[in-house]
C-alpha cells in the first residue's frame, strides 16, 4: 500500500507554468503513477501516467502539447509539469498509483489516490 501526497499547486495567471510533486510513502518502483484533474462539475480527467521505472508514458487527450509527466523513484515522486496554463485547466489535481502492468485512461483502475490539490488559472 502506498500514501500519495500532491504539493506544488496554487493560483497562476494564464500563459504561467505549475509544477506539481506527489511524494509517496513507500517505494514507487512497483507502480504506475498518474495524474488526474476534476474541475467543479465535471467528471474526473485522465491526464497523464507514467509505466513502472519510467518505461511508458500515456497521456489523455490533447494533454501532451502542454503537460510533461516524470518520476523519480529514488525520490519516490512522480511530477507533473503544466506549462501555458488558461482558465479551463482550474481544478483540483490528483496524484495517482497502481501496481498494475497496464497503463488505463479510467480513474477506476487506479487504487491509490492522494488528496489533491487545487490549481487555480486567472488573472
Known amino acids: 500500500q502506498v500514501q500519495l501526497e500532491e504539493s506544488g499547486g496554487g493560483l497562476v495567471q494564464p500563459g504561467g507554468s505549475l509544477k506539481l510533486s506527489c511524494s509517496a510513502s513507500?517505494?514507487?518502483?512497483?507502480?504506475?503513477l498518474g495524474w488526474f484533474r476534476q474541475a467543479p462539475g465535471k467528471e474526473r480527467e485522465f491526464i497523464a501516467a507514467i509505466g513502472r521505472r519510467g518505461s511508458s508514458t500515456y497521456y489523455g487527450d490533447s494533454m501532451k502539447a502542454r503537460f510533461a509527466i516524470s518520476r523519480d523513484d529514488a525520490k519516490q515522486m512522480v511530477f507533473l509539469q503544466l506549462n501555458n496554463l488558461s482558465p479551463a485547466d482550474t481544478a483540483v489535481y490528483y496524484c495517482?498509483?497502481?501496481?498494475?502492468?497496464?497503463?488505463?485512461?479510467?480513474?477506476?483502475?487506479?487504487?491509490?489516490w492522494g488528496q489533491g490539490i487545487q490549481v487555480t488559472v486567472s488573472s
Open positions: 495517482t498509483a497502481d501496481s498494475g502492468w497496464q497503463i488505463y485512461r479510467s480513474p477506476s483502475a487506479y487504487h491509490y
Open positions: 513507500g517505494r514507487t518502483d512497483d507502480y504506475i
